[in-house]
T-cell receptor, first 108, second 118 residues
Framework: QQPVQSPQAVILREGEDAVINCSSS?????VHWYRQKHGEAPVFLMI?????EQKGHEKISASFNEKKQQSSLYLTASQLSYSGTYFC?????????FGGGTRVLVKP | GAVVSQHPSRVICKSGTSVKIECRSL??????MFWYRQFPKQSLMLMAT?????????EQGVEKDKFLINHASLTLSTLTVTSAHPEDSSFYIC??????????????FGDGTRLSIL
C-alpha cells in the first residue's frame, strides 16, 4: 500500500524551511527518501532504518518514528537546488513502494 | 558510487511498434532490477521486478505479454513494450540495488526513457 505524503506541494523562498511528512498504514522497518528533478530520474537522499533515527544530506535531514509509522523530511535554509519532487519509499518484501510525492519550489 | 545506465533516453514511434529499453548496472552486479512507470506529475509505479535467470514478477494489473522483461545477465535487464499504443506513452525508469535487502540499501535509478507513441 502506497505511503501518504503531505503536503502535495510547497513553495518556499530561498533560506526558508519546510517539512514533508510520510505516513504508512503498515508497520515500517525503513523509509527511503529520494528527490526527482523535472524530466530526470530520482536521486537517493537517505535511508532511515531505526526508530527515531535522524540523518542528514546537505541541510536536508529526516526523522523516523516507527511507532507512529511515519517519517518527516526537513529542508533547512532551503537553496534553489532543493527544488524538485520529493518521494518517500517504504520497503515491503523485495520491493519499494513510493508515496505520491511532494513538489517543492524554492524561489529566489 | 553505483551507476545504472538506461537506454534509449527518448523514443518516438508509431503505434504498433515494439520498443526495447535496456537497463545496465555499470559497476556492480544486480540480481534484481525494478521497472517503474511514471505519468506526468505522478508517482513512480512499480511495474515488475526483474530477476536474473528467472521469470520477472509483475505487479497486479500489468500485462506480462505487453511488457516483456528479460534479465539475462547480472548487469542487464531489458523491457520490451510490445505493439505499443498511445496509452503506453510514459516515462519508464529502471532501478537496481548493489547488494543487501531493499529495506536497507538505496535504489539506484537509470536516467529513464521517455516513450511517445504516435
Amino acid at each position: 500500500q502506497q505511503p501518504v505524503q503531505s503536503p502535495q506541494a510547497v513553495i518556499l523562498r530561498e533560506g526558508e524551511d519546510a517539512v514533508i511528512n510520510c505516513s504508512s498504514s503498515k508497520a515500517l522497518y525503513s523509509v527511503h527518501w529520494y528527490r526527482q528533478k523535472h524530466g530526470e530520474a530520482p536521486v537517493f537522499l537517505m535511508i532511515l532504518l531505526k526508530g527515531g533515527e535522524q540523518k542528514g544530506h546537505e541541510k536536508i535531514s529526516a526523522s523516523f518514528n516507527e511507532k507512529k509509522q511515519q517519517s518527516s523530511l526537513y529542508l533547512t535554509a532551503s537553496q534553489l537546488s532543493y527544488s524538485g519532487t520529493y518521494f518517500c519509499g517504504t520497503a515491503a518484501g523485495n520491493k519499494l513502494t513510493f508515496g505520491g510525492g511532494t513538489r517543492v519550489l524554492v524561489k529566489p | 558510487g553505483a551507476v545504472v545506465s538506461q537506454h534509449p533516453s527518448r523514443v518516438i514511434c508509431k503505434s504498433g511498434t515494439s520498443v526495447k529499453i535496456e537497463c545496465r548496472s555499470l559497476d556492480f552486479q544486480a540480481t534484481t532490477m525494478f521497472w517503474y512507470r511514471q505519468f506526468p506529475k505522478q508517482s513512480l509505479m512499480l511495474m515488475a521486478t526483474s530477476n536474473e535467470g528467472s521469470k520477472a514478477t509483475y505487479e497486479q494489473g500489468v500485462e506480462k505479454d505487453k511488457f516483456l522483461i528479460n534479465h539475462a545477465s547480472l548487469t542487464l535487464s531489458t523491457l520490451t513494450v510490445t505493439s505499443a499504443h498511445p496509452e503506453d506513452s510514459s516515462f519508464y525508469i529502471c532501478s537496481a540495488r548493489d547488494s543487501g535487502q531493499v529495506s536497507n540499501q538505496p535504489q539506484h535509478f537509470g536516467d529513464g526513457t521517455r516513450l511517445s507513441i504516435l
